[in-house]
């Protein structure tokens, strides 16, 4: 199981970090995701992080905005974003597999099997 948190609300040109706590049995060569839905519009992949090794990948449109890091001892994988924007509000999910997947695939939700509920993120102006 998956658990979002450190959603809430931000600032126009602030940051969140937000958790992802995984509890029950890990893989460890699983790849971890961090996703977004906002109303109206598609699931889109933001980041993912190898459990093993620790090897990140990032879509191009949020790269240098994000920055994507694991604690294997605590089961918890961080998404720190900065320089939130409007657009950026959303629902951020975490997702998880086991074994990895390229950068191609970690953007496809669809390659997930596990899922946590989601933290809200809005943005104010």
């Known amino acids: 199981q998956l658990a979002e948190s450190g959603g809430g609300l931000v600032q126009v040109g602030g940051s969140l970090r937000l958790s992802c706590t995984a509890s029950?049995?890990?893989?460890?060569?699983?790849?971890i995701a961090w996703f977004r839905q906002a109303p109206g519009k598609e699931r889109e992949g933001l980041s993912c992080i190898r459990r093993s090794g620790g090897h990140t990948s990032y879509s191009d449109f949020l790269k240098g905005r994000l920055t994507i890091s694991r604690d294997n001892a605590k089961n918890k994988v961080f998404l720190q974003m900065n320089n939130h924007q409007p657009e950026d509000t959303a629902v951020y999910y975490c997702?998880?597999?086991?074994?990895?997947?390229?950068?191609?695939?970690?953007?496809?939700?669809?390659?997930?099997?596990?899922w946590g509920q989601g933290t809200q993120v809005t943005v104010s102006s």
């Open positions: 029950g049995s890990t893989f460890d060569d699983a790849t």
């Open positions: 997702a998880s597999r086991p074994g990895r997947l390229d950068q191609s695939g970690c953007k496809t939700p669809q390659y997930f099997t596990s």
